[in-house]
């Protein structure tokens, strides 16, 4: 059973592009987390999806920031303009439907230049 | 609201030595408390939680953890520490409150060295 797939593993992009990472849950889970970890610092919750729908947004910045879960395929965060202070590890994390441990994936590391 | 506090920004120890990451929660209802590793540029790995039952709860690569109702806390340990468990560690709780949706909050993380 693979764990927790996001790629890429590293994302390099300029202020103004868009930057996209992506999150494969494991087998068998419905719902996933999306975290920020700057540097020295811990873990901000960010946004919970269950299949094509947001349960809970309360940490996802209100401008350029959006996820989603559709019924198909990996979970989507979505950056628009990204700016320098962007730059972070993005964490994400799945479980399955009645579970309450989260697994997570090896992370996407933005830089913004 | 829930919270959770590791209260150690740094811990060391000697190899060889006993281990504790302290964590301390707050939450309304009825705690799930679980414990995080995570080795530098990687992922956070599960190690153990507590759910219900004894409050001595083993885990992965030797850790343990001991929930304390009554001091609301629930550090982790080892009997003795080995260079590779230097890492960072997570403290998480989730509050049981009877609602549909109970989310997960994780502490500000521990840092561990384990001195050869």
């Known amino acids: 059973n693979a764990g927790v797939m996001q790629n890429p593993r590293h994302l390099v992009r300029r202020r103004g592009q868009e930057a996209r990472l992506r999150c494969s849950p494991m087998?068998?889970?419905?719902?996933v987390y999306w975290y920020r970890q700057l540097p020295e610092e811990g873990l901000k919750f960010m946004v919970y999806?269950?299949?094509?729908?947001?349960?809970?947004e309360s940490g996802m910045p209100k401008e350029r920031f959006s996820a989603e879960f559709p019924k198909e395929g990996p979970s989507i965060l979505r950056i628009q303009q990204v700016v320098r202070g962007d730059s972070a590890a993005y964490f994400c994390a799945s479980s399955p439907p009645a579970g309450d441990t989260q697994y997570f994936g090896p992370g996407t590391r933005l830089t913004v230049l | 609201a829930q919270s959770v506090a590791q209260p150690e920004d740094q811990v060391n120890v000697a190899e060889g030595n006993p281990l504790t990451v302290k964590c301390t929660y707050s939450?309304?209802?009825?705690?799930?408390l679980f414990w995080y590793v995570q080795y530098p540029n990687r992922g956070l790995q599960f190690l153990l939680k507590?759910?219900?039952?004894?409050?001595l709860v083993k885990g992965s690569y030797g850790f343990e953890a001991e929930f304390n109702k009554s001091q609301t806390s629930f550090h982790l340990k080892k009997p003795s520490a080995l260079v590779s468990d230097s890492a960072l560690y997570f403290c998480?709780?989730?509050?049981?409150?009877?609602?549909?949706?109970?989310?997960?909050?994780f502490g500000p993380g521990t840092s561990l060295s384990v001195i050869p």
């Open positions: 939450v309304s209802g009825n705690p799930y």
């Open positions: 507590y759910i219900t039952g004894d409050n």
């Open positions: 999806l269950q299949k094509e729908n947001i349960i809970d």
């Open positions: 998480a709780v989730r509050d049981i409150g009877g609602t549909s949706y109970d989310k997960v909050i």
């Open positions: 087998k068998g889970h419905s719902h």
